[in-house]
């Protein structure tokens, strides 16, 4: 079966941290070396991984390394934010089958991993987990994640976009002795694996759902045939005059997943951010493309929504994994959350341990983050998305 230990730190010496931060796992671990590692290191040591491969894999015995830059690590320990950080996972996966990987093509990686899988009448995708790790500034996920579905038909797939210096547009992603800055990394398991995920959206739905009635690419010019304009203002109407300028910079479009769920509820968007509002055209342009049809609902975003969100999905997690043997946990966490949301550290750290008890997590701060809803692996904004996963059998 699968085994994890988890080792972090924050020493600004990279062999030092590595040093501490794989000691610390093996021994979690209970074995001398590991069989994968997954690996998030802010950008203090991201460029130079290189150095960074050679020293963990001398301490951890394998060549197996998984991982991306970040701007802030997470573990089960804390929300290290604002600090230099490495985090390691080990793994020992008996039993388990596991596929890295490096590519810097969505289409090419989608075809590599079909032929890896075969036809999914000889091998079914119900006991996959894919991982995976983009460059959030040449990889469009929602395509990548089109393309994986169309080769692999439905592998749950969860993980998320590199982050690295917020001045900095570079990212890193690693697998083995290889990286690349505009690629696609992380990992295949196949194996007698149960997994199961939430996402928290951390936004607030304002005014009403209203029918996207004329648009053009990322340009809606008309909600409900008014100028989208006009709706929008109309959504911000429900704050005081004096609050309104300060909500108006943190609104958000929530693009309704499932078209056939009525009444919509929160947490049943897809949010995107809004790149530009122009009064004069009346029209308003999102970070991606939105269709005539759509529903759409403005949202803000809300610290206690957000931790709402996380209590409950991490209450539904322990049910849903109850049945079986919890392994390891992965939290990926939007650069925009941590304690910028909720003006304290931890925040998120301490409800999932409360929730799910001392299991090795690792994660990283996002610049995206990737989870299945609604049937449809999607790619999520301003989120936080939580996965466990565990050994299929009796607790």
Same mark, same amino acid.
């Given at each position: ?35 994968? +590692? $997954?690996?998030?290191? =802010?950008?203090? @040591? ?5 150095? !960074?491969?050679?020293? /963990? ?71 996959? +987990? $894919?991982?995976?790790? =983009?460059?959030? @500034? ?5 395509? !990548?994640?089109?393309? /994986?579905h169309h080769e692999l038909g439905h592998i749950p797939t969860v993980g998320a976009a590199a982050s690295g210096h917020p001045e900095d547009s570079r990212t890193v992603q690693w697998a083995g002795k290889r990286e690349a800055n505009h690629g696609i ?50 959504? !911000? ?159």
């Amino acid at each position: 079966m699968i085994q994890a230990g988890v080792g972090h730190s924050t020493s600004l010496d990279l062999g030092t941290a590595a040093r501490e931060a794989s000691s610390s796992a093996l021994e979690r671990l209970g074995r001398s070396k590991a069989d994968l +590692l $997954l690996c998030f290191a =802010t950008p203090e @040591f991201s460029f130079h991984y290189r150095h !960074l491969y050679r020293t /963990l894999s001398e301490y951890t015995g394998t060549s197996e390394i998984v991982g991306c830059s970040a701007m802030a690590i997470i573990t089960g320990e804390g929300e290290f934010e604002g600090s230099p950080g490495l985090a390691v996972m080990a793994l020992a996966t008996d039993g388990f089958k596991v596929l890295p990987f490096l590519s810097e093509d969505g289409s090419t990686l989608a075809s590599r991993l079909a032929g890896a899988l075969g036809p999914s009448e000889e091998n079914p995708r119900d006991n996959h +987990l $894919l991982l995976l790790f =983009t460059d959030v @500034f040449n990889v469009q996920a929602p395509d !990548l994640l089109e393309a /994986l579905h169309h080769e692999l038909g439905h592998i749950p797939t969860v993980g998320a976009a590199a982050s690295g210096h917020p001045e900095d547009s570079r990212t890193v992603q690693w697998a083995g002795k290889r990286e690349a800055n505009h690629g696609i990394s992380g990992v295949l398991f196949s194996g007698p694996i149960a997994h199961s995920t939430t996402v928290s959206q951390g936004c607030e739905p304002i005014g009403e759902p209203y029918l996207i009635t004329r648009s053009e690419g990322k340009v809606i010019m008309e909600i409900g045939n008014r100028t989208a304009y006009e709706m929008l203002q109309r959504a !911000l109407s429900i704050f005081p005059p004096e609050e309104e300028e300060r909500v108006s910079k943190g609104v958000f479009a929530g693009l309704l997943i499932d078209e056939h769920k009525y009444p919509p509820s929160r947490g049943d968007y897809l949010i995107r951010s809004i790149e530009r509002v122009d009064p004069y055209s009346g029209t308003i342009t999102l970070v991606q493309e939105a269709h005539p049809g759509q529903t759409i609902q403005f949202h803000v975003r809300n610290p206690t929504t957000a931790r709402e969100e996380l209590i409950t999905g991490v209450e539904q997690l322990g049910r849903e994994t109850s049945p079986y043997v919890p392994l390891f946990a992965l939290y990926f966490e939007s650069v925009g959350r941590g304690a910028r949301l909720h003006r304290k550290p931890d925040h998120d750290v301490n409800i999932i341990k409360e929730g799910l008890g001392d299991i090795p997590m690792i994660g990283f701060l996002s610049n995206s983050e990737f989870a299945p809803r609604e049937g449809r692996n999607l790619a999520h904004a301003y989120s936080s998305v939580l996965t466990l996963v565990s050994r299929l059998g009796p607790a």
